[in-house]
């Protein structure tokens, strides 16, 4: 039923473990084999690379012959805004090869238009900004909602000139710049509605109200929207995420149809029962009700323990008794929770694995070396510039990077430029000069490099030219550290990419837009019990 309703806006409410993305997928194939709908006009959304990919390689499994199924655009909603904002972003004044800031390069933006506050101060402050984006909020609306004074309202709007300032986008961005694009462009609305006449959503529990805003937009007069979610999994508020958006759909769509999935093909009875029962406490809910064919199982214990540490024992006393680490896993709500856990384990010598610790592309050494990367493919990208310019040590300090970035000011954006409009005008001491003169020489040599289609051989040149490699490998000596080893695995990484710009261009949005995908560790590769 799920598969073969298109006449009508549909609600599939999947619960754990129904088959939800079966349905997204058989219904694409469906589309496409039966109704005769080019791929190119089907767009299916999720919330992770990872999803994104195994729906696309199940996708391609299921629809064989002359479809061109690759043409299906199979993307996260930051994917698509991403790629909506490359094509058409000039519409709106931001050029094709803005950077994505993470997290941690957004807080940095921030303080550098604060310099008085520290960075634990605004760390609160930037979590606000981009929870207000998540829900479609900018410094010129009624913040009030937000429970926010006029001090952070000052320091939003501050953010966010600064942000148009360096052509660049945070995260939120790319859904919020993405509804300004096809709120004031017409021309690029009717090509979205034309473009796509089937529109597929899934994890629809976990869309915050920008993202509910934009897919009102993508959504024409004649396109059929189908969105697939469980309002039970809702568990992302924190973030932004809007239950309404699945609670009210069928009165954003007046003949919408909705279909149940309630049969979980991977747990127990027992497991279900004690789930519906806790589940069903919740009065904002579509009414449902778990079950499976499986056998009951085994009963869910409840156990009531002294504290962390005698429940990490005891823990560790279950999973010792059958000793079957690799089938066990201690979920908890803050990663700072699993450290009670690792002491217990490290002591009793049971193996573990902790997912969510400090992943590959986190550390220094990897985050100095895309910086480099960064810069590479947008000389205006500040943050970057500013954490790598003296990194290693070139003569060039506060003072020098002051001087330089005030000719940024003066009406350019291109860092590099500004570099070379400084030592024109002898504004840097001759150490400074110095450091500036190789610095733009080895980016101009990277350039030439990469045009001419040696992604890897540029990747190495930046990392040996710039010093970062010498760096590392004195620390390695110092520290008996791996961190230079983590460089070579970050160049292999990119070895299975196309070696032009536009490898270098895709392997860094890939990597902006969810770093998991692209690690080079799996921690579920080691023996052991996860911790997550």
Request: charge should be neutral.
């Amino acid at each position: 039923e799920a598969v073969l309703e298109n006449s009508h806006p549909l609600l599939v409410l999947a619960g754990a473990g129904s088959g939800k993305t079966r349905v997204i997928t058989t219904k694409i194939a469906y589309a496409v084999q039966q109704l005769g709908i080019a791929p190119y006009r089907i767009l299916a959304v999720t919330f992770t690379n990872k999803a994104a990919k195994e729906m696309k390689d199940r996708v391609h499994s299921m629809v064989q012959g002359d479809y061109e199924i690759q043409q299906c655009n199979i993307r996260t909603f930051h994917s698509f805004g991403a790629w909506l904002l490359r094509r058409f972003g000039s519409e709106i004044g931001l050029g094709s090869n803005f950077s994505i800031y993470d997290d941690k390069d957004s807080l940095s933006l921030l303080a550098s238009c604060f310099p008085n506050y520290k960075k634990k101060e605004l760390d609160p402050v930037m979590r606000k900004i981009s929870y207000a984006k998540d829900r479609g909020l900018g410094p010129s609306d009624n913040l009030s909602s937000l429970g926010v004074d006029a001090t952070f309202k000052r320091m939003f709007e501050t953010y966010e000139r600064k942000l148009h300032q360096v052509g660049n986008v945070d995260f939120a961005d790319l859904i919020v710049r993405s509804n300004e694009l096809l709120d004031s462009s017409t021309s690029v609305l009717n090509w979205v509605h034309n473009r796509f006449c089937m529109i597929l959503v899934d994890e629809y529990q976990d869309s915050n109200l920008a993202q509910f805003n934009l897919l009102r937009k993508l959504v024409g007069p004649h396109c059929f929207i189908c969105v697939v979610g469980d309002d039970d999994q809702s568990i992302y508020r924190f973030r932004g995420a809007e239950i309404k958006n699945i609670l009210s759909f069928a009165k954003q769509y007046a003949d919408a149809k909705t279909v149940k999935l309630e049969q979980n093909y991977r747990s127990t009875q027992h497991i279900l029962a004690v789930a519906n029962s806790v589940i069903s406490n919740n009065k904002a809910r579509h009414p449902k009700a778990l079950w499976t064919a499986n056998t009951k199982g085994t009963k869910p214990t409840l156990n009531y323990v002294q504290d962390e540490q005698d429940e990490a024992l005891r823990v560790a006393s279950i999973v010792r008794q059958d000793r079957n680490y690799n089938e066990s896993a201690v979920l908890y709500r803050t990663n700072a929770q699993s450290v009670a856990f690792e002491t217990v384990f490290k002591r009793l010598g049971i193996p573990y694995k902790v997912v969510g610790a400090l992943q590959f592309y986190e550390r220094e050494e990897v985050k100095d070396a895309l910086s480099l990367l960064f810069l590479l493919t947008n000389a205006k990208d500040e943050v970057n510039f500013k954490r790598m310019i003296n990194k290693p040590a070139r003569g060039i300090g506060p003072g020098a990077l002051e001087t330089i970035l005030s000719y940024s000011l003066a009406g350019e954006g291109d860092l590099l430029r500004m570099l070379q409009k400084a030592i024109e005008a002898n504004a840097l001491s001759a150490k400074a000069k110095a450091g500036a003169v190789h610095f733009i020489r080895m980016y101009e040599h990277a350039h030439t490099m990469l045009r001419e289609g040696e992604l890897v051989d540029c990747v190495n040149f930046l990392i040996r030219e710039s010093g970062l490699l010498e760096h590392y490998l004195n620390q390695d000596r110092l520290n008996s550290t791996s961190k230079a080893e983590n460089l070579e695995a970050l160049v292999n990484a990119l070895s299975s990419y196309d070696s032009s710009a536009d490898g270098l261009q895709l392997f860094l949005e890939q990597l902006s837009l969810d770093p998991t995908t692209l690690g080079t560790e799996d921690p579920r590769d080691k023996e052991g019990v996860t911790l997550i």
